[in-house]
Each structure stands twice: as C-alpha cells, then as structure tokens.
C-alpha cells in the first residue's frame, strides 16, 4: 500500500495545489508566447519583437541568419550552429520571454516538487509534472487534472476522517 499523506499536512497540500495551480497558468502562457516567438524568429520570417527604439512602440525587427542556417539544424546533433543577428534597437521583447520563461519554468518545478512530495506520488508522476513547462498545452491540461484529483483526494480522505467508527454494543 503506497505511503499516504498526514491529515496534519492537508492546508499544506491546499496551498501548494494553489501556488501549483498559478504557475502552471502562468508557465503555460510563458511557454505558448516562447514557441511563437521561436516560429518568428527561426522559420523564413525572420523577427523578433522590439519595444521602443527607431520603430516605435512595439515593432518587429527583421533578423539576419547566418548562410549556414537551416531549421533542421537545430534539431541535428553536431550539425552548424544557427547564428542570428538581430537588426533592432530597444528592448529586445522576444529574449525577454525566452529569460522569463526560463526563469519561471524554474519556480514551475519547485510547485511541481512541492505538489508531489506533499501527496507523496511516486517519481513519474514528478516527470509528468515537469514535462508541463515544456510541451506547450500540457501545463494547462495537468493543471486541471491534477487539481481536480488532490481535491477529490483530500474531500475523501476527510470525509473518512470524519466518519465516526462505530463501538459495538454490550449485550448481557
């Protein structure tokens, strides 16, 4: 019978199932702003998003790629590496999403951990978890399940907890 969780550690588990609920929002939107703004910048568009600067508020710049640049590439080990200049001036908008990103996949995994180890799940499940911040959709999917599931959980193992036990009657 796998380990279950205290009822002590119950409003623990409510608040890190929050805290998980907001970053895996928050990575989800992170990470579907990253793959367009890869599509952009590595298929024959060539852009990034600039703020400020010569063109404005917010303003696509174009990019140069090196000769040698294909999009395969990227995914071919050993294969040349993809250098691109960009041509814009002011806050470059599109690596700002791919810091923050990478920045908030981080806090993603410590509500991932925290999730995980307070419900005491084995270690797949962790690894499921973590592949949210990287599949684009799948945060948001795992988000409504696993909340879904801890609450069922918890509203159950209470229910139990509540239930009075039943004393047996004395009979002379």
Not at 32 to 48: A, F, N, R, S
Not at 115 to 131: C, D, Y
Request: some cysteine; charged content about 15%; overall charge neutral.
């Amino acid at each position: 019978m796998p380990v279950q969780p205290k009822l002590a550690s119950f409003p623990a588990i409510r608040g890190a199932l929050k805290f998980y609920q907001i970053a895996s929002i928050i990575t989800g939107v992170g990470l579907l702003l990253l793959v367009t703004e890869m599509i952009l910048k590595y298929t024959p568009l060539h852009v990034e998003l600039f703020a400020g600067g010569s063109g404005g508020l917010f303003w696509f710049a174009t990019t140069i790629p090196s000769p040698d640049c294909q999009w395969f590439s990227l995914f071919v080990p050993g294969s040349s590496t993809c250098d691109i200049a960009s041509t814009g001036d002011g806050v470059n908008i599109s690596l700002a999403i791919l810091i923050v990103h990478g920045w908030f996949y981080v806090v993603y995994l410590f509500a991932c951990f925290r999730v995980w180890s307070l419900m005491r799940w084995g270690f797949p499940r962790f690894i499921v978890l973590a592949l949210g911040g990287i599949v684009p959709l799948l945060s948001f999917f795992m988000e409504a399940k696993v909340a879904r599931e801890v609450r069922e959980y918890l509203a159950s193992r209470e229910a139990a907890a509540s239930t009075p036990l039943e004393t047996p009657t004395e009979t002379r």
